[in-house]
Every structure is written in C-alpha cells, then in structure tokens.
C-alpha cells in the first residue's frame, strides 16, 4: 500500500479530469506512487516508445464529464445569491457548459472564483482518495482519514 502523504492527489485528480487521453496516458506506479505519462510514439521517458502491457504501472482513467458537471450544479444550488445561483445553473444547459460555466464566473461573479476553485479542488482530492482506494493503492482507513481533511467548503 502507498503511504497517502507521498502521493500528489492534485497530480492524481488532474488525471482524472483530462478528457483528452487519446494521445497519452497518465499511469501511477503502484509501489513508488509516482505520476507518468506514456505516449504511443514516446513511451514513458519520451523517447522509447513501450507498449502499455509491458509496464507494471496503473492507468489512470479519465472519469466521466458528468461526474465533474454535477460539481458545478452542487455549487450552483449551493450559491446563497438566488440570482448567481440561476444563472449558473443556466450556464451549464446543454453543450460548452463547462466554457459558459466559467465564463459567467469570470465575467458576471469573480467574487465567487475563490469559492469554485475550492469547492472543486476539494471534490477533485476526495475523487482521487477513492481512485486510489478503488484501486488498491491505499487502505481504508488511510481513505477516510483523507476524506475528511477535504470536505465540500462554506459557498457564499
């Protein structure tokens, strides 16, 4: 098992967001907990080109786009201006949420910026705590110690 302290969920729950692993592939070393990425023609150095099931390492599989789209609902109906709330929640109708989503942030309510990057950071954290469990990497116990230390923050 890896020690939680040594790993860097930040790392782990950037892996988890990408939806573009087409080209490469973020992979976590089982026994150091060390982030990779391989590419077809590049390997894992960049310049050896492996294939995948020669290495003794984990992918790390993009989770699905909904899952990140329903943070930015929780914190839309979390958002004690009604009428911030509203529009964000209309801002996530349909294709390009994510862009309209962060557009009507930056533009419309920069106040709550600090509150969405914590707010998403920590569910991100908590998302790559049980990535790790789910997989074996880390034990319960270590998972739930983890848990508690990124709970959903206080929105505005």
């Avoid at 993009?62 to 329903?70: C, E, T």
């Avoid at 969405?116 to 997989?135: C, E, G």
Wanted: hydrophobic share 40%; net charge negative; aromatic share 8%.
């Amino acid at each position: 098992m890896l020690d939680v302290r040594d790993l860097d969920l930040e790392e782990i729950a950037t892996a988890l967001q990408d939806q573009s692993a087409y080209e490469y592939r973020w992979l976590i070393d089982p026994a150091s907990g060390e982030i990779m990425m391989w590419t077809a023609d590049g390997g894992i150095d960049g310049k050896t080109p492996v294939d995948l099931d020669e290495l003794d390492l984990v992918p790390i599989e993009g989770l699905p786009s909904s899952v990140w789209h329903r943070d930015m609902a929780d914190f839309a109906e979390r958002v004690s201006d009604e009428r911030a709330g509203r529009r964000l929640l209309r801002a996530i109708q349909g294709r390009g949420a994510f862009r309209r989503f962060k557009d009507e942030l930056y533009e419309e309510y920069p106040h709550l910026l600090p509150a969405w990057h914590a707010f998403h950071q920590a569910r991100a954290t908590r998302r790559a705590i049980d990535w790790l469990l789910d997989n074996s990497l880390i034990d319960d116990a270590a998972a739930s110690s983890c848990r508690t230390k990124h709970p959903d923050p206080d929105v505005p």
